[in-house]
C-alpha cells in the first residue's frame, strides 16, 4: 500500500513538472527600452505591461539599445526570479532587435557626424545722449599776480551765479580747476622776464535738460566767461541700449551657425559656448573748442546733439550635426 502512495505522488510531480513545461511557452514583445532602479536593470515597456530584461548585458554594446528605442524581444518570463526590487515581470530574452523603422533611424543616425564650428557677431546700437557736459573758464590777465587773481575771483562769481540761475535745480556746478601763471618773456641770451599773470578757473557743469546747453553758454558768456574748454554728450542710462546690442550681436551669431550647418547640409543641434567678447561704451560726442567768446551774444548759440554708438560683440560655439554621403 504504502509503495503505491509513493508511485502516485511520483507520477503527480512528474506531470506537474510536464505540465509547467507545457505552459512555459516562448513569446514576443513589442515596446520600448526604459532604465530601471534595478542596478544596470533594464525594462520593456509594452502598453500598461513591464518586463525586466535578465540578460541586458548581452544587447548593451548595441548602437540601438538606449532609452526609448522601440524594440522586439523574444523569451521566457521567469515567474519564480525574485529581483531587489521586483520591477516589472522578470523576462529571459533569447532574442532582442530593433524594429524596422528604428533600424533605419540607427542606419541614418550612424551616417551622420557631429562638429563644432565658432562664429562670432557683432552689433552696433545707435543711443540719444541724456546727459551733457561742459567745462567753462574764465581767463583773467594782469600786472599784478593780486589783480589778475581778484579780477578773476569777481568774474567767475558772476559766472557761477549765471549757471545756477540758468540750468535750475537739475543740474550740477562744480569747481575743476583753478591756476594762476606767471606769463614770460624770452629774448635771446636773456633770461625770462615776467610780464604779468594769468589766473583761470574753471567749472564744470552737467545736465540732463540738453535743450539747456546753448542758453548755458549764452549766459555764462554774458556773466565773463571767455573759454569753454569742450562740450561733450553722453549717456548715463545706457543698460537698454547696452542689452539690446548683446541681444543683437547674439543673434547675429547664432544666424551665422545656421547658416554654415545648412551650407554643410546639416542643422545646429546646440549651443556649446556663448562669450561675451567686448562691449564698447558709448564714446561722448565732443563739440569743437570755442575760445573768446563775446559778452553780448547777438544769438543765441546754436546746439546740435548728435547720436552715440554703443557695440557689442559675441563668440559662440555651436555644435553641428553633419548628414553623411
Request: charge should be neutral; proline fraction near 3%.
Amino acid at each position: 500500500m504504502r509503495g503505491k502512495l509513493f508511485t502516485t505522488l511520483a507520477v503527480l510531480a512528474l506531470l506537474t513538472v510536464l505540465a509547467g513545461q507545457a505552459f512555459a511557452k516562448e513569446i514576443t514583445v513589442r515596446g520600448h527600452l526604459k532604465k530601471t532602479v534595478e542596478a544596470g536593470g533594464w525594462v520593456i515597456v509594452s502598453g500598461n505591461q513591464e518586463y525586466l530584461l535578465l540578460n541586458a548585458q548581452r544587447f548593451q554594446n548595441e548602437k540601438w539599445f538606449t532609452e526609448a528605442s522601440e524594440v522586439e524581444a523574444t523569451g521566457e518570463t521567469k515567474t519564480d526570479v525574485m529581483t531587489i526590487y521586483m520591477e516589472g515581470t522578470p523576462f529571459d530574452v533569447r532574442s532582442l532587435r530593433p524594429l524596422a523603422e528604428d533600424r533605419s533611424a540607427a542606419i541614418q543616425s550612424d551616417s551622420k557626424t557631429l562638429t563644432k564650428v565658432l562664429v562670432s557677431g557683432d552689433a552696433i546700437i545707435q543711443a540719444q545722449p541724456d546727459t551733457a557736459v561742459l567745462t567753462i573758464s574764465v581767463v583773467t590777465q594782469a600786472r599784478a599776480a593780486l589783480d589778475a587773481q581778484q579780477q578773476n575771483a569777481a568774474k567767475s562769481d558772476a559766472v557761477v551765479r549765471s549757471l545756477r540761475s540758468a540750468v535750475g535745480s537739475g543740474a550740477e556746478i562744480k569747481t575743476s580747476g583753478y591756476s594762476l601763471q606767471p606769463q614770460r618773456v624770452y629774448k635771446e641770451n636773456q633770461p625770462p622776464s615776467i610780464v604779468g599773470y594769468e589766473a583761470r578757473n574753471s567749472v564744470t557743469v552737467t545736465l540732463a535738460d540738453l535743450t539747456k546747453v546753448g542758453a548755458v553758454i549764452d549766459a555764462a558768456s554774458q556773466a565773463g566767461a571767455n573759454d569753454v574748454a569742450g562740450i561733450s554728450f553722453t549717456l548715463r542710462k545706457d543698460r537698454p541700449a547696452r542689452d539690446q546690442a548683446l541681444a543683437e550681436a547674439t543673434r547675429e551669431a547664432l544666424s551665422k551657425a545656421q547658416v554654415i550647418a545648412g551650407a554643410l547640409g546639416g542643422r545646429v543641434v546646440r549651443i556649446i559656448e556663448v562669450q561675451e567678447e567686448g562691449f564698447e561704451r558709448p564714446r561722448p560726442i565732443f563739440m569743437d573748442q570755442m575760445q573768446t567768446m563775446r559778452a553780448q551774444a547777438a544769438a543765441p548759440t546754436p546746439i546740435e546733439v548728435g547720436t552715440l554708438d554703443i557695440s557689442s560683440r559675441v563668440q559662440l560655439i555651436a555644435e553641428v550635426e553633419v548628414g553623411g554621403k
